[in-house]
């Protein structure tokens, strides 16, 4: 289970560094970089698990996989709330001033854009983070995920599928594990967005 735990995190961790990388480069480059973010809007057309699924399937099966076809699949939401924020906070005047009387671009995107969009991208990771860990359980649960001896809840509830009458707790353990587990991973991320967004602070 801890490689499970790892691989959510690393799946967030990637796409939140991903953000964080397209934060400094809207700043450093001027105007909206549209051409960037077509291949957003291109990917976006598609549904995620089956975009992941049709990923997974050409990389192979297996835990690194896994993380590379949910990353390659999930990045997009977070490219697309990071450029809006971005634009939003770059117009507003105290940027603005700050811009104008010198202030170096990575002083300014530390100083004043970052601490803005950080909220933003930590309440978008917390709800894909819950969305990684059921997508992960309905791909392994097709078969195309996690393979034993890995343990991952979609594997587990495939597994009981067949016991489900005789032994209803082979089935109600992993799935109420994986609820509560998406549950609390999106608590976290409301108190961490009301802990740090700058506008909230008294």
Do not use: C
Request: hydrophobic fraction near 60%.
């Amino acid at each position: 289970m801890r490689a499970y735990v790892v691989s959510r995190l690393a799946q967030t961790a990637l796409v939140v560094f991903l953000s964080l990388t397209a934060v400094f480069a809207m700043v450093r480059l001027s105007g909206d970089p549209v051409l960037l973010f077509m291949p957003a809007d291109v990917q976006l057309s598609f549904p995620f698990i089956l975009l992941a699924m049709t990923i997974n399937a050409i990389v192979g099966l297996g835990l690194r996989n896994i993380i590379l076809s949910l990353s390659a699949a999930g990045w997009v939401v977070y490219a697309r709330v990071v450029r809006g924020e971005v634009l939003s906070v770059k117009q507003r005047d105290y940027v603005q001033a700050a811009a104008a009387l010198g202030m170096s671009r990575t002083r300014l995107v530390v100083r004043h854009v970052l601490p803005n969009v950080a909220p933003s991208i930590i309440v978008v990771a917390s709800l894909q983070f819950s969305s990684f860990i059921v997508a992960e359980a309905a791909i392994s649960f097709l078969g195309f995920g996690i393979q034993p001896p890995t343990p991952a809840w979609g594997s587990m509830l495939s597994e009981s599928r067949d016991f489900v009458y005789v032994a209803w707790w082979l089935a109600a353990f992993p799935g109420a594990a994986l609820a509560l587990t998406a549950l609390g991973v999106n608590l976290l991320g409301d108190w961490l967005r009301d802990t740090m967004d700058p506008k909230l602070r008294v």
